[in-house]
């Protein structure tokens, strides 16, 4: 009883004492009051951006959030987004590893979870130049116009299939499955799921990889911020090691099948990205860490993002039948109904493509970015952030600030015909990317498969709210996490618009 008291009360003056160190040295934002040992963690509601942009009205558009003895700060306007995005890029480019990812990355011999520094400026010069080049995205669109078909299909059949008269559908597991195709196709070059819609065996050992990921990362998210805390949550060290293991093991396996392919067609490489990183291996100096790292990032960055912005979509213009009938009524324009749409044709679809902006504004599927960690002293809004603190960027909060958008949280399209606002990473009112040096990579791929999505969706089918619900009752709030999902996946009612012969799958062998 003695020692763990005599520990405790130690520990909790020593955090006292470090806060208040921390107050006088620094000029810290304001913030709610820190509690010690736990700071702010118990006082965050499980939906962060939100709680955020309610404390960001009490404290101001900067503020000092403590997870344990972290500073986090955050910021929620735009000109502080541009500071930190812009201004002290650099500064601020590191990223907070934490245990898991730490493991997972090999102490950030990835993308994602690298520090800003050489290592990051040469991947990231392989993304650039070789892997997200306009080239590679064109010559992987045949994979997302199979898959996007795939989708229209298996929703034909489904709510074709005389049993289902009547009966709303779960929008995600036919967009996931685009998703998930798509991602697998890009990254490995390996759809693991065939014409019936029968996963193989690498795509059961693919999928236990993610899901085993995913707990194991969210297991720790306590003891993560309390350092000295740790010795209660032991790392599950074993459980990393075999989870490490059986990822390498079956993505070098894929790997071998590659290269054993290119080796019978005389060196001529495939787009997929694990072609490209290991015919560039040698020219770019990357280890087997590193091409490993890269491929798992697409997954866990690419996956979700789309299929998450897409659900968001299609609630919005459920609830929004004006909007779903004026871009239908732009695809029958430039489509027509004896033809499918293509990438090609998203030039003459400035409505669709302003349909998906709209979703991306209020919808970021990563609404507080990832978060940045400071690599030396720095000063925003005229506060201190010590080297060392997470700053993290509540681009929700700021695609909904009534000080720079008319009606913010009406979903109207239409305001970016009036004025065309970048969302790249150009403009710091509209962040769904992010911005800088950090800016997604993939944004553009994104952005293509999010409104080829949504194009086909809409051109294919009507979409109503399920029976007895009201376009306005469907359900929008979001689930905790730093990807945002929609609490209650979307359920809703297609009809087929366009003659039957035109809801096939055309798959392609890229
Ligand atoms: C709607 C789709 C997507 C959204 C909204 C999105 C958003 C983001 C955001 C906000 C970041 C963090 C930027 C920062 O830290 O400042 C990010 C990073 C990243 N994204 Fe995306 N993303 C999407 C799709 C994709 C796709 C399809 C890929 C690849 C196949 C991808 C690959 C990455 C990678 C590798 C990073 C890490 C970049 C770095 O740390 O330097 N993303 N994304």
């Known amino acids: ?266 060196g001529a490489a495939k787009h997929h990205f694990v072609d490209a990183l290991l015919t560039l291996q040698d020219k770019y100096d990357l280890s087997e860490d590193t091409i490993i790292g890269l491929l798992w990032d697409m997954i866990t960055a690419g996956m979700d993002t789309t299929a998450i912005t897409v659900e968001w979509g299609m609630a919005e213009l459920i609830k929004n039948p004006r909007v779903q009938e004026k871009a239908q009524e732009e695809l029958d324009r430039v489509i027509g109904f004896d033809r499918v749409m293509t990438e090609l044709d998203f030039p003459n679809l400035p409505y669709l493509q302003c349909v998906a902006k709209e979703t991306m504004r209020l919808h970021p599927p990563t609404p507080l970015m990832l978060p ?5 002293n720095v000063k925003i809004g005229g506060y201190d952030i010590p080297k060392g603190s997470n700053v993290h960027v509540n681009v929700w909060a700021i695609a909904r600030d009534p000080a720079i958008w008319k009606d913010p949280l009406v979903f109207r399209p239409e305001r970016f015909m009036e004025e065309d606002v970048d969302m790249k990473g150009h403009d710091f009112r509209l962040l769904p990317f992010g911005a800088g040096r950090r800016v997604c990579p993939g944004a553009q791929l994104g952005i293509n498969l999010v409104t080829s999505m949504l194009g086909h969706l809409l051109h294919h089918f009507s979409w109503a709210p399920p029976n007895g619900l009201k376009p306005e009752e469907i359900d929008m709030t979001e689930n905790p996490g730093l990807v945002t999902y929609m609490r209650n996946p979307l359920q809703a009612f297609p009809t087929p618009r366009l003659p039957a012969h035109l809801y096939k799958r055309v798959p392609v062998d890229v």
């Open 372 to 376: 940045h960690r400071a690599n030396s």
């Open 1 to 266: 009883m003695g020692l763990p008291l005599v520990l405790g009360t130690f520990t909790i003056i020593f955090l006292g004492l470090y806060y208040s160190y921390q107050k006088l040295r620094f000029k810290l934002p304001p913030g709610p009051r820190a509690w010690p040992v736990v700071g702010n963690l118990y006082d965050i509601k499980p939906v962060r951006f939100r709680c955020y942009a309610e404390w960001a009205q009490r404290y101001g558009p900067i503020m000092s959030v403590w997870f344990g003895s972290t500073l986090n700060v955050v910021v929620s306007n735009s000109e502080l987004a541009k500071q930190v995005l812009k201004e002290k890029d650099q500064q601020l480019a590191d990223r907070h590893r934490s245990r898991s990812a730490a493991k997972f990355s090999r102490e950030g011999q990835d993308l994602i979870w690298a520090d800003y520094g050489p290592h990051y400026v040469k991947v990231r010069k392989v993304c650039t130049l070789e892997l997200f080049t306009p080239k590679r995205l064109e010559s992987l669109r045949p994979i997302r116009e199979d898959e996007v078909t795939a989708m229209v299909e298996s929703i034909y059949i489904e709510c074709t299939t005389p049993e289902n008269k009547e009966k709303s559908l779960v929008v995600k597991k036919h967009i996931g499955a685009v998703a998930f195709n798509n991602i697998t196709r890009l990254a490995f070059g390996k759809r693991f799921v065939n014409a019936d819609g029968v996963m193989d065996e690498q795509g059961l050992e693919f999928k236990a990889i993610v899901a085993n990921g995913l707990k194991l990362g969210a297991s720790l998210a306590m003891a993560e911020h309390i350092p000295w805390l740790r010795w209660m949550f032991p790392l599950e060290e074993e459980a990393f090691a075999k989870h490490g293991a059986h990822r390498d093991r079956l993505t070098r396996e894929i790997m071998d099948e590659h290269t054993l392919v290119r080796q019978k067609s005389s």
